[in-house]
């Protein structure tokens, strides 16, 4: 089975788990992205069909939340806190050192799509900030070069 | 003889190493034949501590911190001797600690969060228990009693809004626990989650109780995969104990929690916002009335309440209303969990009666900055409370005197910034902020965000030859985002962005203001 079709039968098996959960749509697009690593296109129409909602309604809901990708991340997701409690200590200089090392700007991949740059406004790590997460797991008192460590050694792994 | 060890599970403590010092520990304690049983337990929120490993003794626990795996073979050949560097002396005696009140926050840090038998021994469900032999009217009278108001920020009288839940008949009713933590600065109900969450399973029943609703929801944002995991474990354990489930302790009650995850917006963490979310939609405002209380989740009559308002419920009914009440000032009655986050020197969670002065929180808890410069401004309530400057540093930490110095106390965050900070370029992330994570449904929030960065940058850069009335022009503007917007998203983010004017007008290339004591480091 090609790696489309398969993922069109995870969509399809993780909409039914759900489909008649009141409020389904989120938990069915968390669903989806958690196995996939983004919603891809094809998902539209299938969920569409079966919350009876529009296709419209529900690239509108994927398009609202910053949680939800459209196109595949990297092999890894770093977010960088850049809310208050991390730019004051050094969140905004973090920030810079990581578009440099990745290669890439926010929001992006970089080339050798190893890791996917993403803002996020909070991980409740305010107390010992900045804080990172890679994947699920979060990092606090990252500096450059304990960035540059991390980054390192989650580096080829999954 | 076995020695008892704990290292917490907490996810700052993760973040800086924890996994790997239990780890260490295991490693280290199996090649030397000693015999340790590892609990992983809650964090204190002694956070500049953490990891913070502690041993139980006759006398009570022992503290040692900040652990690295390095230290562990010393801690282990030693017997986590008193003598060792990291040791911190009893944990409770640690002044951080001692100093503080704690009621909501009694058992975190102590149990194992997913113990349920931990829970039990150290007074958890003791509110359920008192509640099932009350009357709905009755338990919501306890709550109304203690004085609890919305710790999520707004401060709306629990009570008052549980007693419209009960009085509006429905079929259905629902209990949401707004879990969707995004202040900046704040993470008591991660703490909560992570390190207690029998103790949010436990105040939800009891609203649901209290109400008669039979469903509940906690919505908890995307960022927090620990405390979902730990609540998710935390739910199957209660409802295979009969705590949860459709005979509560063979009461003929029925109560059901299910998690849901956010998404990353932060307009969600508005009540309204958050309900068309758990009902799958955009996450954008509603416009009240109807309030929730009447018809809120799928148009049903559902209580609505932040983490610690839910989570401070099982101690107001198992100690009473009195009891709770006698903690506090004027109308902020019991305790509040402040979290101290930012440049500070010893960030952590302080749980202290209203009343204390910011202060002592900054400076006696937090012991100023982690640079070690001087302590340039304070946010207080997360991305929309005001800073604050030096000189209203004896404000009384109570929502009405917040509210008088034209600030809010919010969720009980408390950011601190040293004298590095550029207050114009705050000001202008607030409104960048803003302009990010407006729902969009309102006018004044969606376009007045991006035409206040458009103003600051005009006044950041100087070129501007009117710069006094493009500073008109921006407080205008405040005005009406506060007076024009729906929701606190557009209506509050005039809060930094007008404190920060007004405290630090030289950061904008103004005259210095006569508010701002002159402690500013050259």
Not at chain 2, 146 to 163: E, H, M, N, S
Not at chain 2, 356 to 372: A, K, M, N, P, Q
Request: charged share 20%.
């Amino acid at each position: 089975m090609s790696a489309k079709l398969a993922a069109v039968e995870h969509i399809k098996a993780i909409i039914e788990q759900w489909r008649t959960a009141p409020g389904a749509l989120l938990p069915i697009l968390h669903g989806i992205q958690d196995q996939l690593g983004h919603v891809p296109a094809a998902a539209v129409p299938l969920i569409a069909a079966a919350l009876k909602l529009s296709r419209a309604e529900v690239h509108g809901v994927i398009s609202f939340y910053h949680h939800f990708r459209q196109q595949p991340p990297g092999r890894h997701v770093v977010r960088i806190c850049r809310a208050e409690a991390c730019q004051a200590v050094g969140a905004e200089a973090l920030a810079a050192h990581a578009q440099v090392a990745l290669g890439c700007d926010f929001h992006h991949t970089g080339e050798d799509g190893e890791y996917r740059l993403e803002p996020v406004y909070c991980l409740g790590q305010c107390a010992r900030g900045p804080a990172v997460m890679i994947d699920d797991e979060p990092h606090a008192l990252v500096t450059p070069a304990r960035f540059d460590a991390l980054t390192a050694a989650t580096r080829g792994g999954k | 003889m076995t020695l008892t060890v704990f290292v917490p599970r907490d996810s700052t403590a993760l973040a800086l190493g924890a996994d790997a010092v239990a780890a260490a520990l295991q490693a280290e304690a199996r090649r030397r034949g000693v015999p340790i049983r590892l609990v992983r337990n809650g964090s204190r929120g002694l956070f500049w501590l953490e990891p913070l490993v502690e041993i139980a003794s006759p006398a009570g626990r022992i503290a040692f911190g900040p652990v690295t795996p390095e230290d562990i073979p010393g801690l282990i050949e030693t017997r986590f001797s008193s003598a060792h560097p990291r040791c911190l002396g009893a944990t409770e005696e640690i002044p951080y600690l001692k100093r503080q009140q704690r009621l909501t926050f009694a058992r975190v840090g102590i149990t194992d969060p997913l113990s349920l038998a931990d829970y039990l021994a150290h007074d958890g469900y003791r509110g359920l228990t008192r509640a099932l032999e009350l009357d709905p009217a009755a338990i919501v009278g306890e709550v109304a009693d203690a004085g609890l108001r919305g710790r999520g920020g707004a401060a709306f009288p629990t009570g008052v809004k549980w007693r419209t839940v009960l009085a509006t008949s429905a079929e259905q009713k629902y209990v949401v626990c707004n879990a969707d933590e995004g202040d900046s600065g704040t993470f008591s109900d991660r703490m909560v989650m992570e390190d207690d969450p029998f103790m949010l399973i436990e105040g939800m029943s009891i609203a649901g109780l209290a109400v008669g609703a039979t469903r509940g929801f906690i919505y908890v944002r995307s960022e927090y995969p620990h405390a979902i995991a730990a609540l998710d474990q935390a739910i199957g354990i209660a409802t295979d104990n009969g705590y949860l489930g459709d005979d509560i302790l063979d009461s003929g009650k029925s109560f059901r929690i299910e998690v849901r995850k956010a998404a990353g917006a932060y307009v969600c963490g508005e009540e309204t916002a958050l309900l068309e979310s758990l009902e799958g939609r955009r996450g954008i405002v509603r416009a009240k009335p109807p309030l929730p209380a009447v018809s809120g989740l799928f148009g049903r009559p559902t209580v609505i309440n932040n983490v610690i308002s839910l989570a401070t419920v099982p101690i107001i009914l198992a100690r009473g209303a009195n009891f709770y009440r006698d903690y506090g000032v004027g109308r902020s009655r019991g305790t509040l969990p402040f979290q101290l986050a930012g440049n500070v020197l010893r960030g952590g969670l302080v749980e202290r009666a209203f009343g204390l002065t910011l202060r002592e929180l900054v400076h006696d808890f937090g012991g100023g900055t982690r640079s070690g410069r001087p302590i340039r401004a304070v946010q207080v309530g997360g991305p929309l409370g005001a800073y604050l400057p030096e000189s209203q540093f004896d404000t009384i930490l109570d929502y009405e005197a917040l509210a008088n110095r034209g600030a809010v106390l919010g969720h009980g965050g408390v950011v601190l910034f040293d004298d590095g900070v550029d207050m114009a370029r705050q000001a202008r992330y607030a409104m960048e902020f803003c302009a990010i994570e407006s729902c969009g449904k309102c006018t004044p929030c969606r376009i007045g965000s991006t035409r206040g960065v458009e103003l600051i940058d005009r006044i950041i850069s100087g070129d501007s030859p009117r710069i006094g009335q493009q500073i008109a022009l921006l407080r205008d503007l405040c005005a009406t985002m506060t007076h024009g917007s729906l929701c606190a998203m557009g209506g509050m983010t005039p809060y930094p962005v007008l404190s920060a004017l007004d405290h630090f007008p030289e950061d904008f290339g103004l005259a210095e203001s006569a508010s701002k004591l002159p402690t500013r480091a050259a």
